[in-house]
């Protein structure tokens, strides 16, 4: 008898994400997902990724770490600063 396959989804820069390298990942009050790679920062609604770089405001593209705080705001620490 043949068990079911699990599903899931295989994200890469073809559909969106900056980087294939993935630092770190977190989810938002608001459910969507950002993701830290070593090309910017992603945040993807389900859908589609928007992406954001140094034109931006990012002071550099490698994003590391990412956290939430009681505020809903979204803390990225980088390799530069």
Known sequence: MLAQKPAYLHYRVQDGLPGN???C?????KKLLWFGTDKGLA???GTHFRTFGIKD????PDVFNLM???RGR????NFKK
């Open 57 to 60: 405001g990012l002071p550099d």
């Open 21 to 23: 390298l993935v630092y």
């Open 68 to 70: 939430n705080d009681s």
């Open 43 to 45: 945040c993807f609604d």
């Open 74 to 77: 979204l803390w990225i620490s």
């Open 25 to 29: 990942g977190i989810q938002d009050d």
